[in-house]
């Protein structure tokens, strides 16, 4: 049936086409600046996210200074280094070889954060479950990343910090939580698998397996059949062509 509130068949080919073709982006920057009406949209974006209690509790740090993304770096490179020991032999060597950032090749770099006290100490919603202002600012960073694919920029995501460096190497007080450090900028190219998944790192697994049916750990038992069939069917469209199937 058709349903009136869906976006036509060419917009939401581009939504799932920027989901699927997003990727993470650490070797391809180019130099080219990140023009301002640009950044505008992808940050506009970011704050349109969905907040717990409509907390907003991010603020956008930008960083285009070679002063401070260098500062970045260096605490970047040292918690690399401790992170490459703490794999096994086997997996040590594939990590050694993995780039894990742009911070210095990318012309922007942007930390998304949380400020846990927004709204204060009583938030619809996250009156049981204190993280979920955590949550909401990484939905910040998900619509950001969406929306600057859309626009042809790359995005990489660098956690390899220690939390507290991360802080002071931006002057964050210690009570406002580095959610993401980003790195943005034009691209040569996007990657049509994650690198993760091409340098043999890890697979990825499919969704139909993941799927529970009313408790967890209850597989499809066969009344589920014709969606377990479907998700099967897509996975592999996405993974061969990386759209849905017409
Ligand atoms: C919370 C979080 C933290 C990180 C990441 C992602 C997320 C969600 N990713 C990117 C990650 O490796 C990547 O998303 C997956 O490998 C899947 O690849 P695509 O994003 O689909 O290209 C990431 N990548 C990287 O090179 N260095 C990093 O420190 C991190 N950290």
Not at 16 to 45: E, H
Request: contains cysteine; glycine residues 6%.
């Amino acid at each position: 049936m058709e349903n009136q509130h869906a976006f036509s068949e060419a917009e939401r080919a581009a939504v799932y086409r920027a989901i699927f073709n997003r990727r993470d982006v650490r070797g391809q920057f180019l130099p080219d600046p990140v023009a301002d009406d640009q950044l505008a949209r992808i940050l506009m974006a970011a704050h349109h996210a969905p907040s717990v209690g409509f907390m907003q509790p991010w603020n956008f740090l930008l960083v285009r200074s070679s002063t401070v993304k260098q500062r970045v770096h260096d605490i970047f490179a040292q918690a690399n280094a401790e992170a490459a020991t703490m794999f096994p032999d086997e997996k040590r060597e594939i990590y050694s070889q993995l780039k894990l950032q742009g911070i210095l090749d990318a012309p922007v770099n942007l930390c998304i954060t949380c400020d846990r006290s927004r709204s204060g100490p009583v938030v619809i919603g996250r009156t049981h479950i204190p993280t979920m202002d955590l949550y909401s600012s990484v939905c910040a960073v998900q619509n950001l990343w969406l929306a600057a694919r859309a626009e042809g920029l790359g995005v990489g995501w660098v956690s390899i910090f220690h939390e507290k460096a991360l802080q002071d190497a931006l002057g964050i007080p210690h009570h406002i939580v580095p959610i993401a450090y980003l790195c943005i900028g034009h691209v040569s190219h996007f990657k049509d698998q994650p690198e993760l998944e091409k340098a043999g790192w890890l697979p990825r697994l499919p969704v139909a397996d993941l799927l529970w049916h009313e408790q967890w750990g209850a597989a499809d038992s066969g009344e589920n059949e014709a969606l377990t069939a479907k998700l099967r069917e897509l996975q592999q469209a996405v993974q061969e062509r990386g759209i849905y199937p017409a």
